[in-house]
């Protein structure tokens, strides 16, 4: 008779991301995520967005939230930055359907957000 041999859950987790690694979406994330690291353009914009929201916190300013709202506009009209994240959104939809099925067949939320932060104490803001 042959004997049965359990995998293990890191075994079995190690051949989970070999599949996440091969589905269409995080394929499609990995060649948006190349197609934005090489427009210069969307790298641009990122780094004066990025600026302005540390401008921000530490003054407020009015003019500086308006120019961040006008680079926000040129970053959702970019191409490359808009293949990004629909790509990326695509992939976190991959990836909590999969942690629905987990969490079904475990009979257990397991990746909810547990305490302060997650429980809507406020005190995380």
């Given at each position: 008779?042959?004997?049965?041999?359990?995998?293990?859950?890191?075994?079995?987790?190690?051949?989970?991301?070999?599949?996440?690694?091969?589905?269409?979406?995080?394929?499609?994330f990995?060649?948006?995520?190349e197609a934005?690291?090489?427009?210069?353009?969307a790298?641009?914009?990122?780094?004066?967005?990025?600026?302005?929201?540390i401008?921000?916190q530490?003054?407020?300013?009015?003019?500086l939230?308006?120019?961040l709202?006008?680079?926000?506009?040129?970053?959702?009209?970019?191409?490359?930055?808009?293949?990004?994240?629909?790509?990326?959104?695509?992939?976190?939809?991959?990836?909590?359907?999969?942690?629905?099925?987990?969490?079904?067949?475990?009979?257990?939320?397991?990746?909810v957000?547990?305490?302060?932060?997650g429980?809507?104490?406020?005190?995380?803001g």
């Amino acid at each position: 008779m042959a004997e049965s041999k359990v995998k293990s859950p890191e075994s079995v987790a190690a051949e989970f991301a070999e599949a996440i690694k091969d589905c269409e979406e995080y394929k499609k994330f990995l060649v948006a995520n190349e197609a934005l690291s090489n427009d210069k353009e969307a790298i641009s914009l990122l780094k004066q967005f990025q600026e302005k929201q540390i401008e921000i916190q530490s003054t407020g300013d009015e003019e500086l939230i308006r120019d961040l709202e006008d680079l926000q506009v040129k970053l959702r009209e970019n191409k490359s930055f808009k293949g990004y994240n629909d790509a990326q959104a695509r992939l976190v939809s991959l990836l909590r359907e999969t942690n629905l099925v987990i969490s079904s067949i475990i009979d257990s939320d397991f990746a909810v957000k547990q305490g302060c932060c997650g429980g809507g104490g406020g005190c995380c803001g």
